[in-house]
């Protein structure tokens, strides 16, 4: 099955730093990439669509500035917090979409846990 | 509005019974899916089913399966046979829009709890 993996799984990092989170599609090309954020106990919030070769599209409320987005290729889509604070600690998800799949059932990554201290 | 609710915030069923997560939705677009996922402790999104709008009938994935009633715009996941491992957060969601790389809209889950 499709397999989606994420880097670091953990990472914790000090109050105005950047932080970089790596999204791989391993075994299919995605095009298209998405970015979660999940607090604790709580539904996934979609925060921003990444689309390969063009900018990322990003919900409502979401600071691009803040998280910026690249998906330089098919398989790799990256998320950096930059200036993280302490309220910006969370987990974060990313999935992507198999175009060569009849359901295209998005493949979730195992998830990022942030801590800024 | 919420586009996807589910009105359970933890079930607690007893090990080898069936249980039946609820899900509604709301969507105008005639062509949508809607997905089950499973979230262990470890945080990993399972996928477990999936309904097309336009599919005639329900969905099943071995002990999963989609109780789907389009006219009450409901999708519920049954498990049959529970077993303990099957503890864990459960999220309904839907894409809104014909197949292709669309978002998804998660409702706000369900902790399902098997007691031996």
């Known amino acids: 099955g499709a397999v989606v993996s994420q880097h670091p799984s953990r990472v914790i990092c000090k109050s105005g730093t950047s932080v970089k989170i790596e999204c791989r599609s391993l075994?299919?090309?995605?095009?298209?990439m998405f970015w979660y954020r999940q607090f604790p106990k709580k539904s996934l919030m979609l925060m921003a669509t990444?689309?390969?070769?063009?900018?990322?599209?990003?919900e409502q409320g979401v600071e691009k500035d803040k998280f910026l987005i690249n998906h330089a290729s098919l398989t790799l889509s990256t998320l950096t917090v930059t200036s993280a604070h302490p309220e910006d600690s969370s987990f974060y998800i990313c999935?992507?979409?198999?175009?060569?799949?009849?359901?295209?059932?998005?493949?979730f990554g195992p998830g990022t846990r942030l801590t800024v201290t | 509005a919420q586009k996807i609710t589910q009105t359970q915030p933890g079930m607690f069923v007893q090990e080898k019974e069936a249980v039946t997560l609820d899900c509604t939705y709301d969507?105008?677009?005639?062509?949508?899916?809607l997905f089950w996922y499973k979230q262990p402790s470890s945080g990993e999104m399972i996928f477990l089913i999936y309904?097309?709008?336009?599919?005639?009938q329900n969905a099943t994935e071995g002990r999963y399966s989609l109780n789907f009633q389009k006219a009450r715009k409901s999708a519920n996941l049954v498990i049959s046979a529970s077993q303990l491992g099957d503890s864990a957060m459960y999220f309904c969601?839907?894409?809104?829009?014909?197949?292709?790389?669309?978002?998804?809209?998660f409702g706000q889950g369900t902790r399902l709890t098997i007691n031996p």
């Open positions: 999935s992507a979409s198999n175009p060569g799949r009849v359901i295209r059932e998005q493949y």
């Open positions: 075994d299919f090309q995605a095009t298209t």
């Open positions: 990444s689309n390969e070769g063009s900018k990322a599209t990003y």
């Open positions: 969507t105008s677009d005639p062509s949508y899916g």
């Open positions: 309904q097309g709008s336009y599919d005639q």
């Open positions: 969601a839907m894409r809104e829009g014909p197949q292709g790389a669309q978002k998804l809209v």
